[in-house]
């Protein structure tokens, strides 16, 4: 089992930036690949980044791409989502995942969760 902890949400203004962790802890945390999901008000959770085990590769969804970067520190077993240009629709729950299947994309694919960080965008 993987435990995840995110932090560092926050009410930010419309082109600011914030910088979210997920401090993991449990099972080798080198092992899984990583991902960060969003969730808006009335809306289905959606992807917004990954990073494998080695942290070589990282996938983005296109309404990130160019504004967020995913990293990770194995050493401290942790990844990080920084977020910069920050836009009212970036407005949502953030969660960090493990990746426990196939896909990176989805979130079917990740079977550990953390409890969610609120990210605010006003404009």
């Known amino acids: 089992q993987v435990q995840l902890v995110e932090s560092g949400g926050g009410l930010v203004q419309a082109g600011g930036s914030l910088r979210l962790s997920c401090a993991a802890s449990?099972?080798?945390?080198?092992?899984?690949?990583m991902g960060w999901f969003r969730q808006a008000p009335g809306k289905e959770r959606e992807f917004v980044a990954a990073?494998?085990?080695?942290?070589?590769?990282?996938y983005y969804a296109d309404s990130v791409k160019g504004r967020f970067t995913i990293s990770r520190d194995n050493a401290k077993n942790t990844v990080y989502l920084q977020m910069n240009s920050l836009k009212p629709e970036d407005t949502a729950v953030y969660y960090c995942?493990?990746?426990?299947?196939?896909?990176?994309?989805?979130?079917?694919?990740?079977?550990?969760w953390g409890q969610g960080t609120q990210v605010t965008v006003s404009s």
């Open positions: 449990g099972r080798a945390f080198s092992n899984y690949a």
């Open positions: 990073i494998s085990w080695s942290g070589s590769t990282t």
């Open positions: 995942a493990g990746r426990s299947g196939v896909s990176y994309y989805n979130a079917a694919g990740y079977g550990y």
